[in-house]
Every structure is written in structure tokens, then in C-alpha cells.
């Protein structure tokens, strides 16, 4: 009877081969609460029907946005702290056409996140 002829060992990968790795997977985008899904939340927790909810909300934010137009900072405990900050004139390119412009100063809204928060993440 003939013998078997002994099988090869699987050849190991160079190591000058290029190793394919997967690129991680992409986070889902983060999903947002609209004002109405809003309203209903707090109605949700609260005594309030949708109505008082929404006008409650609307409230403060019309008090939050009177507050960034006068200049002040506003802090909502457990959340973070609103405020404006100035921008200087500033140099930039036109897109397209590549033309060089001047960004006039002006002013923007910040926002810093409460440290309380930024632990529970």
C-alpha cells in the first residue's frame, strides 16, 4: 500500500504582507428632541398639560436669548453656562475662488458644560 503523502503545514503571512484591518464602525448620529417631543416630556413629568408646557418653555427660552442680546451670561445648574463672547476682524478665503477677505468682528454664543455633566457622559 502507498503512504500518504504528509500534508504541509499552512504557510505563516509574511510579515511584509499588508494586513487589512477593518476601519472602526461609524457612531450613529445622535438622535434630537424636537420642541414639541420636548413639551411633551416635561407635561410628561409635571402637572402641566401640553399647553402650559409649551408656554413655559417657550418662556424661558425667549428669558435666555434676552439675556445673550444684553451682554449677560446665563447658567442653568446641572447643564452649563451660556454666554457671548467677542470675535476679533479676521482674514479668511473665499471658497471657490480662493479670494482673500476680511471676516468682520462680531459676536458669538458659547457654551461650557457643567462639570456635573461632563461626569455623568
Avoid: H, W, Y
Avoid at 411633551?40 to 428669558?63: F, H, M, P, R, Y
Amino acid at each position: 500500500m502507498a503512504k500518504k503523502a504528509d500534508a504541509k503545514p499552512a504557510a505563516k503571512p509574511s510579515s511584509k504582507a499588508a494586513k487589512v484591518v477593518a476601519p472602526p464602525p461609524k457612531p450613529a448620529a445622535p438622535q434630537k428632541i424636537a420642541k414639541t417631543q420636548l413639551i411633551d416630556l416635561v407635561a410628561s413629568k409635571t402637572n402641566l398639560n401640553k399647553k402650559e408646557s409649551g408656554e413655559a418653555i417657550s418662556a424661558l427660552l425667549d428669558c435666555v436669548i434676552g439675556a445673550l442680546k444684553e451682554g449677560k451670561s446665563v447658567g442653568l445648574p446641572g447643564l452649563g453656562t451660556f454666554s457671548v463672547a467677542l470675535t476679533a476682524e479676521r482674514q479668511g478665503v473665499r471658497p471657490g475662488t480662493s479670494e482673500r477677505i476680511t471676516i468682520p468682528a462680531g459676536k458669538k454664543v458659547r457654551f461650557k458644560v457643567a462639570s456635573t455633566l461632563k461626569g455623568d457622559l
